[in-house]
């Protein structure tokens, strides 16, 4: 007892707390160097692209059908950006906006059947660089390794690509299947980029979806092919633009499915807790809301709004709804945030939004930290070049500042102006009446288009063959108004093709 108490005493007493706290304090250094030295499993990453997805036409987004129960399951455990767009009206440029963080205008693809300049660095090779196994697995040929979009992955498949009467789900969910089961077994985090086309023309029937019934009017006998579709007088009456929209859904639908097959497996290889997963699309659709079907070389909001949903690994998820409108250009900066990796970069036009996918607390003013106000650009520079005499050409850039938004046609020296939050269908054009906005925002556009810094090399133009060449007029690609067009389709869904 009285050694008990004189160790409890004031001397004694200090050197045991001073003792304790040098102890303490290096067991926390060591602590520190060996957490250094074994830093935690990265985190994998999974980016679907689900080509020609109006975001309208997703449950989550508000579409009274049921298209998307797979992606509306997804959206429920993470962040929904309610106002996103993309930065062209077609694949090729859009898709490589998503690689590069960059504007069309910067990365040079904008043309049809050019390739990606190996200058360009893409997100493939940023996580590759890290140490990333990458792999990439699409059904459209226009991101194929024809043109360089397979620069920074290990593994790229693109073989089922560009087939106009194919249905391509199934084959890709079953090779994103079979390379999650690879990607497990070994001992690097991953980088898988997968691509679905089914909602892109052709919209096929998919009798068990049954959205569509028997097609009414001039489409009684099924779908015309898309050139001759859009050469209807008068275009589609109501009852057939239902008919096409309907199968659209189904196509979305059936596409769904194969996405929640997929997702599904992250969770029965075990990998779902250490997965961010993200989807979007490359562009929306046109069916005949301004008298077009298709994409290309429209700029409304049915062709630029496409999804944007981001869940980080389960940990850090929790669903929220994100306004603001932000540009798929944030792909890039953001996966390579949320995986723990250096997401700054010169070469990137726009900044992550990881703070807004976790929702991070501004710390001063007390809230979450709201979505930057920035204006919205795209752009188009869409022509035929060494395939054949075509009319179907396009230059305009889209400027979305406020509730306005600028279109300035390049080629016919016209604007259009419209209130989204007033007119969202864009029905009433301003120009007449607001002609200072007009200005102002052709001006703002302007100084802002001079600022985006070309590609130091010019993209490469490829010919197609002949077979690619009737492929590109199939899924709209080429071709005009004044082509003689192909008697009418049966289309009976038959496209599963091999």
């Known amino acids: 007892m009285r050694l008990l108490g004189s160790m409890c005493g004031g001397g004694a007493f200090a050197f045991a707390s001073r003792f304790l706290a040098a102890s303490l304090g290096a067991l926390l250094l060591w602590g520190l160097a060996c957490a250094e030295k074994t830093p935690l499993r990265r985190r994998n990453v999974l980016l679907i692209v689900v080509d020609t997805l109006r975001r309208d036409h997703l449950g989550v987004y508000g579409h009274t059908r049921d298209t998307s129960p797979s992606i509306d399951a997804l959206a429920a455990q993470g962040a929904v950006f309610a ?19 960059s504007y069309p205008s910067t990365h040079g693809l904008t043309r049809i059947y050019q390739k990606l300049d190996p200058g360009q660095i893409t997100l493939a090779e940023r996580f590759a660089s890290q140490g990333y196994a990458t792999e990439g697995i699409v059904s459209h040929r226009l991101v194929g390794k024809k043109f360089n979009f397979d620069q920074g992955f290990e593994r790229y ?11 391509s789900t199934e084959k890709v969910t079953a090779k994103a299947i079979g390379a999650l ?18 909602p892109h023309f052709a919209y096929h029937d998919h009798p068990e979806i049954s959205f569509a019934g028997k097609g009414p009017g001039r489409l009684r006998q099924g779908l015309l092919p898309m050139n001759a579709m859009r050469d209807l007088t008068p275009p589609p009456q109501r009852a057939e633009r239902r008919f096409i929209i309907e199968r659209y859904d189904e196509e979305i639908r059936h596409t769904d499915a194969g996405i929640g097959q997929l997702l599904g497996s992250l969770v029965e290889l075990g990998l779902d807790d250490e997965t961010i997963i993200a989807l979007t699309s490359d562009h929306g659709e046109a069916i005949f809301e301004h008298g077009w079907l298709g994409h290309t070389i429209q700029v409304y909001e049915e062709v630029l709004a496409v999804p944007l949903i981001i869940r980080p690994i389960p940990s850090e998820a929790a669903h929220r709804v994100v306004e603001g409108r932000v540009s798929t250009l944030t792909v890039a900066p953001t996966l390579l945030e949320l995986a723990g990796l250096d997401a700054a970069s010169d070469r990137f036009q726009s900044a992550s939004l990881a703070p807004w996918v976790r929702g991070d607390w501004d710390k001063e003013r007390g ?20 395939t054949e005499p075509s009319n179907k050409r396009a230059r305009k850039q889209v400027w979305i500042q406020g509730r306005y938004k600028l279109i300035w046609d390049d080629l016919a020296g016209v604007a259009e102006l419209y209130d989204l939050s007033g007119d969202p269908s864009e029905r009433e054009n301003l120009v007449q009446t607001k002609p200072d906005r007009v200005r102002q925002m052709l001006a703002a556009m302007r100084a802002f288009h001079e600022t985006l810094e070309a590609s130091s090399e010019p993209a490469q133009t490829l010919e197609p063959t002949q077979e690619e060449l009737e492929a590109l007029r199939e899924l709209g690609y080429v071709g005009g108004t004044d082509e003689e067009e192909s008697a009418p389709s049966g289309d009976d869904g038959s496209g599963r093709g091999s």
């Open 83 to 101: 106002s996103a767009y993309t930065t062209a009206p077609w694949t090729q440029p859009a898709v490589a906006s998503i690689f590069t963080g």
């Open 157 to 167: 498949s693109d073989e089922d690509g560009m087939r106009h009467n194919a249905i």
């Open 181 to 198: 089961q690879a990607l497990a077994t070994g001992e690097r985090p991953f980088f898988l980029f997968v691509h679905y086309f089914d």
């Open 367 to 386: 809230e979450r930290t709201p979505v930057p106000r920035k204006p919205i650009f795209a752009e188009v520079d869409y022509r035929v070049d060494g």
